[in-house]
């Protein structure tokens, strides 16, 4: 999936009533099959960022494109569908729910689809594989390590096939060895056309992506590719 | 409301049993007790209306007033035949007026065969007013009144217990030693809460009452038969009646009655048994139990809303519209509210059931007995509403960053 994001700003109010400043006119373009890696210290808006594009946010101004459609003109309806359909949400905190079983957990995301005829959902002992959980169809969470935890969230983003991964924080909370699997995962998925942006403040992991954007105060303040010439701010 | 949300609510409903049914606890006790009190109550009621019935719901009873005597509570000797007299000539919207003797515990016996039975000493009208004539052979004569015969109708518990198979009529029995001949058999009249086995019972005229057996002047109830059975008729003649008696009893202005009236709701109330204000204790109870139902049900899905705002969140991120989300944990209510209806049906029929049987009482299904539970489940439903719309307004991104 194609982002293509101008100018974006963003103001909260924090617990006390203050403003917040988290994006002052971020500009970030990002091609189909790009692995993007987010870095920076934390309030310096990589998450709100990360929101933003989710459709789980709104900015206060600017213009954000997704694949080409301007997602700061939809209504919920829409944002939610299309979150539903087209993106895919992995979380530092993994966000299972505990009392259903993995393939419950993975087949969630079907519950709400609006069109119809709904899509087919991919072959369940496939997509498990694929993320490395063979065979765990009816454990629940609680039965698993934290990499398996987040492999099941990550089979959950990919269920109906999204094309834009995006991930707050997904080795947050798995020690190194846990962690570099599930960032080989993510490679792996970008090498195969999905679009990934990763949001982390962990140097070695940010190292793992093919881009690297590194925001403070609400800015983006340096880009570096990894493996291919050019900066695309 | 769409199916998937109802799925998802089912979801987490039947994930956590354990949860659900501590949740359901209350709902189930209030419904339970509210149901088996409807329940005791309409039967409470039925029964009562037919005591009302059955003493007849346009006759109106007066009794002596009752007086301790050393210590020992009795009746006074207060009615007369002059009180039925004047009663006669200045009742207004009355049809019939009766005096009875009445004596509890006489012995009766035919041949080798005896009981003890309830003996009334009346006038043939007395048939008329209180509906018991005899079923079979002849009631009492004013022939009979005049000459003070030895003649007796007899009910049909003393007509079984005393000749068996065998043709009561004509036959001979001793009342109190004195011998008397069995003209007829009384209508059956059956069990009645008021007066106990109304079959155990015989009558004879009031001046063989007096003459022969038990040599007293004074009556022991006036009955009364109304033109009609309006509340407006029976107030009107209790009144008249009350006024009648004061005077002819020279009773002063603020001294109370000798006498005790009773309307056909009386004799209804007091055959109810459990009084209404239990009844309405037990209901109060209900209703406090559904209170507390709904503060079960309305704070433990705002707590779990809070302890639930990852889960919200996830929702939300993987496509659910704030809609789903109200939906979704309304629903959850609704099913906690419908399972505590369910346990409580479950636990109040069988309440229910071995009350009546202990207190001999017929099932009352009355409209009230549906609603009052449905009321209740709907309100510990409604309680979940609330909290679910705070969940539908949670914004996902903060609710994300919640663990």
């Known amino acids: 999936m194609q982002i293509d994001a101008k100018d974006l700003y963003k103001t909260y109010r924090d617990s006390r009533g203050q403003p917040v400043q988290a994006l002052c006119g971020v500009d970030l373009h990002v091609s189909s099959g790009d692995f993007v890696a987010i870095s920076g210290p934390s309030g310096c808006g990589k998450s709100t960022l990360l929101n933003v594009l989710g459709c789980l946010d709104r900015p206060d101004s600017g213009f954000c494109q997704l694949d080409g459609e301007n997602i700061a003109a939809w209504r919920e309806g829409r944002r939610a569908a299309f979150r539903n359909r087209r993106l895919g949400f992995v979380f530092q905190s993994f966000h299972l729910l505990p009392f259903l079983n993995v393939q419950q957990n993975v087949d969630l995301p079907l519950l709400y689809v609006r069109d119809t005829p709904s899509p087919g959902r991919q072959d369940m002992a496939g997509l498990l594989g694929s993320v490395g959980l063979a065979g765990t169809e009816e454990r629940y969470p609680a039965e698993l390590s934290g990499g398996q935890q987040q492999r099941v969230a990550i089979a959950r983003a990919l269920v109906l096939g999204a094309d834009l991964l995006l991930a707050d924080e997904p080795t947050g909370n798995l020690d190194p060895t846990t962690a570099q699997p599930i960032l080989d995962l993510f490679a792996d998925l970008a090498s195969r056309g999905r679009t990934i942006i990763l949001v982390t403040h962990d140097p070695a992991v940010a190292r793992r992506a093919t881009r690297q954007v590194h925001m403070a105060a609400g800015r983006i303040v340096q880009e570096s590719a990894a493996d291919r010439p050019g900066v695309h701010v | ?325 109200l939906q979704q944990v309304a629903v959850e209510g609704v099913a906690v509210s419908l399972v505590g209806g369910l346990v409580g049906l479950a636990l109040g029929l069988p309440a229910a059931w071995l009350l009546a049987r202990w207190q001999a009482l017929g099932l009352g299904f009355t409209a009230a007995v549906v609603i009052g539970p449905l009321l209740l489940v709907t309100l510990a439903a409604l309680a979940g509403v609330l909290p679910a719309r705070a969940a539908a307004r949670l914004d996902p991104a903060v609710a994300l960053r919640s663990r």
Request: net charge neutral; proline share 4%; glycine share 10%.
């Open chain 2, 1 to 325: 409301m769409t199916s998937k949300n109802i799925r998802a609510a089912l979801q987490v409903v039947t994930a956590q049993p354990a949860r659900t049914m501590l949740l359901a606890l209350p709902v189930a006790v209030s419904t339970a007790l509210a149901l088996a009190t409807l329940i005791i109550d309409a039967g409470l009621t039925a029964r009562a209306e037919a005591a009302a019935r059955s003493f007849g719901t346009d006759v109106i009873s007066i009794r002596p007033g009752t007086r301790i005597i050393a210590g020992k509570s009795g009746p006074v000797g207060t009615l007369s035949g002059e009180d039925v007299e004047i009663l006669r000539s200045r009742l207004q919207g009355a049809v019939a007026i009766e005096g009875t003797r009445i004596q509890d515990g006489v012995p009766i016996s035919a041949g080798s065969r005896n009981g003890v039975y309830r003996v009334f000493g009346v006038r043939p009208p007395w048939a008329e007013v209180r509906d018991f004539g005899a079923e079979r052979g002849d009631f009492l004569t004013e022939d009979d009144v005049a000459s003070s015969a030895r003649v007796c109708v007899i009910g049909q518990t003393v007509a079984r217990e005393l000749f068996g198979n065998a043709d009561a009529i004509g036959g001979e029995v001793l009342v109190n030693q004195v011998p008397f001949q069995v003209k007829g058999v009384l209508v059956p009249k059956g069990a009645s809460p008021a007066e106990g086995d109304r079959d155990a019972r015989i009558v004879i005229p009031i001046s063989t009452f007096y003459d022969r057996l038990y040599r007293r002047l004074h009556l022991d109830q006036i009955v009364v038969q109304a033109r009609d059975s309006s509340p407006d008729t029976l107030t009107s003649l209790e009144q008249q009646i009350r006024v009648v008696l004061r005077e002819q009893h020279r009773i002063a202005g603020t001294d109370t009655d000798d006498f005790v009236v009773r309307l056909p709701d009386t004799i209804a109330e007091e055959a109810r048994g459990l009084s209404r204000s239990v009844f309405l204790l037990l209901l109060g109870l209900s209703g406090v139990g559904a209170v507390l139902a709904m503060l079960v049900i309305g704070l433990v899905t705002q707590q779990g809303v809070k302890v639930r705002q990852g889960e919200i969140g996830i929702r939300r991120a993987i496509g659910a519209l704030p809609d789903d989300i």
